[in-house]
């Protein structure tokens, strides 16, 4: 906002066309699903950002219903992609125990753990390794949160292929149908088919 260019006036005229050719499209909660919280957490690590930082991307599920989702510059930079996905799940920790805790008054039910939803299998043997060992100690010591929480048993995390994350649509440039799959995967859906099958 503070000195604005060409490239992004026509950001925004993108995203004004996206707007305008959605107005029909919505998320529809349901009752089926249960009370689990489940996130999915990713990030962007090697893409053109200010100062080579990353972007961390969370979406939350309440049962099947997307509930809060949230894209961000990541505070540091990520020396791998590795690293990068570290934070993005200790970000999506720190959400995701703020949420428990939430369900919890509202509900009066006992706080369930929350499934962490993560594609980088060696950010999650990063994540469940209690070692403090070489290839972390240059970690900013704030990310190291999430070992706690999964030590504690607060929360767990689990591989999910990268054609199933549902974060990717955050920030990703896709390709047309791989975006309406995506969105659909999102739970976002055209409200006027909906309609007509009622």
Known sequence: MQEPMVHHLKDIKQVLH??????????IYKKQGGCKITSYSDNSYGVNTDRGKGITRLVFYFGESPITWSTQKQQT?????????????TAAACQALWLKRLLSEITGLKEEKITIKVD??????????PV????????????HFIRECVENDHISVEHIGGELQRADILTKDLARIKFITMRQMLGVQDLRQNNDRD
């Not at 791998?80 to 799940?89: D, G, H, I, T, W």
């Open 18 to 27: 996206y707007i305008k050719g959605t107005n029909e499209h919505g998320i």
């Open 77 to 89: 930079v990520a020396l791998s992609s590795c690293e990068s996905e570290f934070m993005a799940a």
């Open 120 to 129: 980088n299998i060696s950010a999650i043997t990063l994540m469940k390794n």
């Open 132 to 143: 403090f060992h070489g290839r972390s100690k240059h970690i900013d010591t704030r990310y």
